[in-house]
């Protein structure tokens, strides 16, 4: 089946801090892959997405690439803020057949970045 | 857009109660999903419906749990009768299936509580 493995949190920077949040999957076919986030008392909106290999997502300075070589779609940021400071959550769509409309999610990361 | 738009956002009910919580997708948006989580087992796909119809509910914890979607712009959850393990936030997400099928929009959640 599918799954997705991220690294265990919390995880607590300073500000201008680099990021980097791993997140490793397994997925039968070719799987679209995700980074949601999650403001507090919020629900998850899409920070970036990668459909095929070698693509890289980006937005608000955050970058991800789809390495299929390593099955890995690591999230980095260059210079944290405090108002980065939220729960990452990396997903795939596995995109071979039925069930395709689904996302499968990992556990979540919480980053608490501090002035 | 308002976005999806869950009701009610808390609620703190006893043992043995009916629980009801109500969401209303991105107007155009034809796909829906419920979810909940917990710290324990993270984000987990109830149920989900394509134009109204529910395609697949095996996620559906047990028959306590019913979900329904009599037209486009509303959804129900219902648990009856509630259990202290349903506690958990509750999310509701919808979708243009299809070419936008990759992206969720969810709402912000219904954080429930059953004592």
């Known amino acids: 089946g599918n799954s997705v493995t991220q690294m265990e949190g919390p995880v607590t920077l300073s500000e201008e801090a680099f990021l980097t949040i791993n997140c490793t999957y397994t997925?039968?076919?070719?799987?679209?892959l995700f980074w949601y986030v999650q403001y507090p008392g919020e629900g998850l909106q899409l920070l970036l997405k990668?459909?095929?290999?070698?693509d890289k997502g980006s937005n608000k300075g955050f970058e991800a690439t789809y390495r299929k070589e390593t099955t890995s779609f690591h999230l980095e940021k260059g210079s944290v803020q405090v108002s980065d400071s939220a729960v990452y959550f990396c997903?795939?769509?596995?995109?071979?057949?039925?069930?395709?409309?689904?996302?499968?999610f990992g556990k979540g990361t919480k980053l608490s970045v501090i002035p | 857009d308002a976005g999806v738009i869950q009701s009610p956002r808390h609620e703190v009910t006893e043992m043995g109660q009916e629980v009801t919580l109500r969401c209303k997708p991105i107007?155009?948006?034809?796909?829906l999903f419920w979810y909940r989580q917990t710290m324990m087992r993270g984000l987990e796909l109830l149920i989900y419906?394509?134009?109204?119809?529910?395609?697949?509910d095996s996620g559906m914890p047990e028959d306590r749990f019913s979900a329904k979607m009599p037209n486009a712009s509303f959804s129900t959850l219902k648990i009856q009768p509630s259990e202290p393990r349903d506690s958990a936030v509750y999310f509701c997400?919808?979708?243009?299936?299809?070419?936008?099928?990759?992206?969720?929009?969810f709402g912000a959640g219904s954080r429930l509580t059953v004592l």
């Open positions: 107007s155009g948006h034809n796909s």
């Open positions: 997400a919808s979708s243009l299936a299809g070419a936008g099928a990759n992206v969720l929009t």
């Open positions: 997925a039968t076919g070719y799987p679209s």
């Open positions: 990668a459909t095929k290999a070698d």
């Open positions: 419906f394509n134009n109204n119809v529910p395609i697949d």
């Open positions: 997903a795939l769509r596995d995109n071979s057949g039925a069930g395709s409309y689904q996302l499968t």
